[in-house]
């Protein structure tokens, strides 16, 4: 295990940042991305139902608990720029599958084998990658950069599908269309989208070499118990793992904007696909404007602020007092739970640093804090489907804001633990 010396290393350049954001989204494309921007076709195609389908992203999650746990200390014996090429060389692989239409069964353990891909082999590597970047003092835009720039590239990638789909088949014969037509011109979007993920891991292998640079990649020779035990020790690796599961249960939350325009203000789908839209480019812009004023600030007082918004919007919604008669109130009050929601994710993992967490240990404690901070992707969509269920309308929004607001509260108070406590220990 060896280190590098600041004083005669250079700082990471921006272009390795923007190959993190590349391959963070591009590895998420085939499992996630073409499903959330095609949904009915992907339903059509594959022959299979809403609950089918959330069927396989079940088995995607449970793959992906397990993937945190064991992955995150892989992160810490290998490179990360290898680590994240074999990943998304893989995820493409099981695009080819995925352009086929398995019947159910295989699509599930496709599923399964993505969440190996995208979890074991990527997850904690590209987040150790991205602190490594970060340096000393630029943790906050790190990081901010990273989720922004990933939301930017998740919305171009879902875009260039729909050209791609929309060469193939026009508008105006969409309608009609006979199940093979529909399956030939979706296998075109499933082949480019695999090219493009496996031409992204081409570029890391290429060119996301940081051991030149400040924060050289550090890997040790072995994985061992006690290195597990010595990130478990940490108070800020237990902190880290509450903040994390609240800021997630607030980003899942924000699924339900679109939804809450239909029922509650009255929106057609259009009107309401439009406020998913508007939050879709909201998440770039907001991850930069943070991640700079971390750096300016401190990245555990915009992650406090940033759960007092949720708090302040999840209230609002929550009270009944945003009504269809308050178009103004509706926009205004979305706008504070989307700051507030963003905030905390683009922050959660530049507060490492702050929290002492060795460098050479960042793959073994994102994975232990992953284990339960990612935890949301199994509970809270079941949650909130039977608040919404039991009690249609505004009544069952209401619960799922009331839900939102207690965790946004626990979350605070990790946040503020976490600063305090780590704040004497610098002083």
């Given at each position: 295990?060896?280190?590098?010396?600041?004083a005669?290393?250079?700082?990471?350049?921006?272009?390795?940042?923007?190959?993190?954001?590349?391959?963070?989204?591009?590895?998420?494309?085939?499992?996630?991305?073409?499903?959330?921007?095609?949904?009915?076709?992907?339903?059509?195609?594959?022959?299979?139902?809403?609950?089918q389908?959330?069927?396989?992203?079940?088995?995607?999650?449970?793959?992906?608990?397990?993937?945190?746990?064991?992955?995150?200390?892989?992160?810490?014996?290998?490179?990360?720029?290898?680590?994240?090429?074999?990943?998304?060389?893989?995820?493409?692989?099981?695009?080819?599958?995925?352009a086929?239409?398995?019947?159910?069964?295989?699509?599930?353990?496709?599923?399964?084998?993505?969440?190996?891909?995208?979890?074991?082999?990527?997850?904690?590597?590209?987040?150790?990658?991205?602190?490594?970047?970060?340096?000393?003092?630029?943790?906050?835009?790190?990081?901010?950069?990273?989720?922004?720039?990933r939301?930017?590239?998740?919305?171009?990638?879902g875009?260039?599908?729909?050209?791609?789909?929309?060469?193939?088949?026009?508008?105006?014969?969409?309608?009609?269309?006979?199940?093979?037509?529909?399956?030939a011109?979706?296998?075109?979007?499933?082949?480019?989208?695999?090219?493009?993920?496996?031409?992204?891991?081409?570029?890391?292998?290429?060119?996301?070499?940081?051991?030149?640079?400040?924060?050289k990649?550090?890997?040790?020779?072995?994985?061992?118990?006690?290195?597990?035990?010595?990130?478990?020790?940490?108070p800020?690796?237990?902190?880290?793992?509450?903040?994390?599961?609240?800021?997630?249960?607030?980003?899942?939350?924000?699924?339900?904007?679109?939804?809450?325009?239909?029922?509650?203000?009255?929106?057609?789908?259009?009107?309401?696909?439009?406020?998913?839209?508007?939050?879709?480019?909201?998440r770039?812009?907001l991850?930069?404007?943070?991640?700079?004023?971390?750096?300016?600030?401190?990245?555990?007082?915009?992650?406090?602020?940033?759960?007092?918004?949720?708090?302040?919007?999840?209230?609002?919604?929550?009270?009944?007092?945003i009504?269809?008669?308050?178009?103004?109130?509706?926009?205004?009050?979305?706008?504070?739970?989307?700051?507030?929601?963003?905030?905390?994710?683009?922050?959660?993992?530049?507060?490492?640093?702050?929290?002492?967490?060795?460098?050479?240990?960042?793959?073994?404690?994102?994975?232990?804090?992953?284990?339960?901070?990612?935890?949301?992707?199994?509970?809270?969509?079941?949650?909130?489907?039977?608040?919404l269920?039991?009690?249609?309308?505004?009544?069952?929004?209401?619960?799922?804001?009331?839900?939102l607001?207690?965790?946004?509260?626990?979350?605070?108070?990790?946040?503020v633990?976490?600063?305090?406590?780590?704040?004497?220990?610098?002083?």
């Amino acid at each position: 295990m060896s280190y590098a010396s600041d004083a005669s290393a250079q700082k990471a350049p921006l272009y390795i940042l923007f190959l993190l954001i590349l391959a963070g989204e591009a590895v998420f494309i085939l499992p996630f991305v073409l499903a959330r921007v095609f949904r009915p076709t992907v339903l059509e195609v594959f022959q299979v139902d809403n609950l089918q389908l959330g069927l396989c992203f079940s088995v995607y999650g449970v793959v992906a608990m397990l993937s945190y746990l064991f992955g995150g200390p892989l992160a810490d014996r290998y490179s990360s720029r290898k680590l994240i090429a074999i990943a998304l060389w893989l995820t493409a692989i099981g695009g080819i599958l995925f352009a086929t239409f398995p019947q159910l069964l295989v699509l599930q353990i496709l599923y399964g084998y993505w969440g190996f891909t995208t979890i074991f082999l990527f997850w904690a590597p590209m987040i150790k990658a991205t602190r490594l970047w970060g340096g000393n003092n630029s943790q906050g835009k790190a990081f901010g950069f990273l989720e922004g720039g990933r939301g930017l590239v998740g919305a171009l990638f879902g875009s260039i599908g729909l050209l791609v789909f929309s060469f193939v088949i026009s508008n105006d014969e969409y309608q009609g269309l006979d199940l093979s037509t529909n399956r030939a011109a979706f296998r075109q979007v499933i082949l480019v989208c695999a090219g493009m993920v496996a031409f992204v891991g081409l570029l890391v292998w290429r060119f996301m070499r940081l051991d030149n640079y400040a924060a050289k990649e550090i890997v040790i020779d072995k994985i061992s118990y006690d290195q597990i035990k010595q990130v478990l020790r940490l108070p800020s690796v237990w902190l880290l793992m509450i903040i994390i599961l609240c800021a997630y249960v607030g980003y899942k939350i924000t699924d339900l904007f679109s939804l809450y325009a239909n029922d509650v203000m009255q929106y057609d789908p259009v009107q309401s696909a439009q406020v998913g839209t508007v939050l879709l480019y909201m998440r770039p812009v907001l991850g930069v404007i943070i991640g700079l004023l971390a750096d300016r600030t401190q990245s555990t007082i915009m992650l406090i602020l940033g759960f007092v918004l949720a708090i302040i919007g999840a209230i609002l919604f929550a009270t009944g007092s945003i009504i269809s008669s308050a178009p103004l109130l509706f926009i205004v009050s979305t706008l504070i739970v989307a700051t507030g929601v963003y905030a905390t994710r683009s922050l959660y993992f530049a507060i490492m640093k702050k929290g002492q967490i060795p460098l050479y240990l960042t793959g073994t404690a994102v994975g232990l804090a992953s284990l339960l901070g990612y935890t949301p992707d199994v509970f809270v969509g079941p949650v909130t489907g039977y608040m919404l269920e039991n009690a249609p309308g505004i009544k069952g929004h209401q619960h799922a804001f009331w839900f939102l607001g207690c965790f946004s509260m626990i979350g605070l108070i990790a946040s503020v633990v976490f600063h305090r406590y780590y704040n004497r220990i610098e002083s």
